[in-house]
């Protein structure tokens, strides 16, 4: 069989959480809800100048010629999927797109190699509607589609020595960092506050100076000398009048609460008030690097 190293872009979109569908809505509609969208998924590849690979279930991959037509066809299904899911009909369903565009071996139509492999790292990274990607991938974006780019985090990869540097999407207008809300509201309250004490310093936050990152890089907000977290670890957003936090780390977030409760985030959210004790990579008990935060 011919094989042939071409430089193509590589995508994996699967529908999130789909045994939960399965259990929430019976065989036969969730059946239906996913065959649906991966239905939709194609059709979309098949617009933006790509080729539908092989579907794995509830997954689809493709390859196309660029990165541009690539990103194009992630941002189209993510806002196909979410038009569908507020029409209030269907199941409402969220897809997780991971790409990458590199190198790759072209045989009988399928694809091999670096580019595929490190496409479906960043499907595995990527959570319900979000759409994540490489640092190589973003540098051969130009335009709109780079403007929509944010770096996220840094992850290792099977069978590359170095980390690589991966990029959120922001594709939906939702995940703009709440400017055009918190411009018409002026800060006077205290709730619209916090305070991040971190490594003996202090820093108070307003909602206008969302998102703050956590982490140990020198690029993060409130950098934190802490041995297992990563250079951007954790973010906190002010988002329908909360202050929340997110993990986007390898190792999770810990987060202990005024109540006690302590709570493991992994790529996960959580709403904070009042006041409590957050974690990098390790539980709040003994840690060294303890960040604390207090609302108000």
Known sequence: MTKE???CAVMFADVAGSTALYDKYGNTKAKTAIENCINLMSDVTNRKNGMVIKTIGDEVMCRFPSAADCMGAAVEIQEAVKIIASGGDEIAIKVRIGLHAGEAILENNDVFGDAVNVAARMAGIAKGDQIITTEETYKQLGGFLKSLCRKFDTTSVKGKADLITIYDVLWDDDDDDVTSIAYSTAVTSSDNQITLTAMGDSNVFHELDMPVTIGRGAK???????PLASRIHARIEYN???FVL?????NGTYVKLSDGKEVFLRREELPLSSSGSVALGEKVEGCESVITFHIG
């Open 246 to 250: 997110t993990d986007q780390s390898t």
């Open 5 to 7: 190293v071409i430089h």
């Open 240 to 242: 329908r009048g909360k």
């Open 220 to 226: 993060a907000s409130v950098p934190v000398n802490a």
